[in-house]
C-alpha cells in the first residue's frame, strides 16, 4: 500500500493519502492559526493591507500571462503575520508564486528567490524566514498561504501538473 506507492507523488493513491493526513491535520492547524490570528491582533497583524494590496496589483499585472492562471483571484498578507519591513515585496512576489503553485521543483525555486531578495536586506532574517517558507508552505496544509493556494484544495498547481 504506501509502500507500494512510495516516492510516486503523481500516483493519485498516494497523493490522496497526502490530502487525508492534510484535511486531518486542519483542525489542529485552524486552532493554531486562530489562535495566532487572536494574538497578531493585538500585536497589530497586516495594518499595512493597502499598501500591500497595491503592491499586489502591480507584482501581478506584471505576471507571466501566458502561465495558467488560478480560480482565486490573488491575494497577498504581505509577509504572513511576520513583520512587513522593507523586504515586504520579497513576500509579496513569493505570494504570487506561491498562489500560482506547480512542481516540487518551482517551489524549491522560489523559496530560493524569496531567501536571496530578503537577505539582500537583512542576512538575519532571511536565515529565519526561509526555514519558515520552506516548512509552512507546503502544498498539503489547507492554509491561506499554502503552495498553489489559487487552486482549490488539494490541487497544487494547475491541473495535470503533479507537485
Ligand atoms: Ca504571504
Known amino acids: 500500500m504506501i509502500r507500494k506507492s512510495r516516492g510516486s507523488i503523481q500516483n493519485p493513491e498516494f497523493r490522496d493519502d497526502f490530502a487525508k493526513i492534510g484535511i486531518a491535520a486542519t483542525t489542529m492547524i485552524k486552532l493554531s492559526v486562530h489562535c495566532m490570528l487572536i494574538l497578531l491582533v493585538f500585536v497589530g497583524c497586516a495594518n499595512n493591507q493597502k499598501d500591500i494590496d497595491a503592491l499586489a496589483a502591480k507584482i501581478y499585472s506584471t505576471g507571466n500571462p501566458n502561465s495558467p492562471m488560478p480560480p482565486k483571484p490573488f491575494v497577498s498578507d504581505g509577509c504572513s503575520c511576520w513583520p ?8 509579496v512576489k513569493h ?7 506547480g ?37 498539503w496544509l489547507p492554509t491561506p498561504f499554502r503552495w498553489g493556494f489559487g487552486w482549490e484544495y488539494p490541487q497544487s498547481g494547475p491541473p495535470g501538473i503533479p507537485y
Open 84 to 91: 512587513d519591513s522593507n523586504w515586504v515585496e520579497c513576500c
Open 103 to 139: 512542481t516540487r521543483q518551482q517551489r524549491i525555486e522560489a523559496d530560493r528567490i524569496f531567501k536571496e531578495c530578503v537577505s539582500q536586506k537583512n542576512a538575519a532574517m532571511a536565515a529565519i524566514m526561509y526555514p519558515g517558507v520552506r516548512l509552512g508552505g507546503v502544498w
Open 95 to 101: 505570494d504570487f508564486i506561491y498562489w500560482k503553485g
